[in-house]
């Protein structure tokens, strides 16, 4: 009994172990904020840094551009107080450099999103959850739906709180149909605003067929709160 005994606590040893080891492998340390990395063997960059998940943090300053989208498809925060680090596109432009799953948590802190250009919003929420603290997005283009993107696929509810951050300067402009230069906000999806700023931001229409909320659009039932 005694042997059979000592198995079941090396074995339980072994997988609390292992979850330790999968937790630490969650998430880490931006060291290199010169570029963008990849996302195999690259430890210290965004790109390797961020890809599984979990809470992410600076120690380092400067611009990292963002060649492709980033799919949040796990839990996420992404910190980088105490830090001056912005995420921009590559200049022939990139859809989004963040876009969230539905039911996916990301928390962004400190970071600003300034002089990228993009098709759908520097960052895009699909159903997810987002809250972003002390940050900017700032002086970005977007063919469609330009600083901030928040809607609501089936099933899912988009949810986003801004708190002191600055939305200003994005412009969105396309041959079609466009609204919202700083935020969209659309199809039931939840947008608050606290002690935040929209300025300055812009929609240019192009000769399609309307155009919309340069500040903030607010359609097909979504709910915003200032």
Known sequence: ???????????????????????????????????????????????????????????????????????IAIGTKIDADGHDVTL???????SSVFQIARGITLDLIGLKFTGGKFNVGAIRNDGGVVTITDSLISNNTAGYRG????????GYIGKMTLTRVTVSNNTTSIDSTVSGGGISNLNYSE????????????????GGTSASGGGISNSGGGILTL
């Open 1 to 71: 009994m005694k042997h059979k005994r000592d198995v079941i606590v090396f074995l339980t040893t072994i997988l609390v172990l292992s979850g330790l080891v999968l937790q630490a492998h969650a998430g880490g340390v931006v060291s290199d904020c010169s570029k963008f990395g990849s996302t195999i063997g690259e430890p210290g960059t965004f790109a390797t840094e961020v890809q599984d998940g979990g809470d992410v943090v600076f120690d380092c300053d400067g611009t990292i551009i963002v060649p492709s989208r980033i799919d």
């Open 88 to 94: 921009t596109s590559v200049p022939e432009g990139i």
């Open 147 to 154: 600083g901030i993107y928040n809607q609501s696929p089936s």
């Open 191 to 206: 947008m608050t605003l606290v002690d935040s700023t929209v300025s300055g931001n812009n929609v240019v229409d192009l």
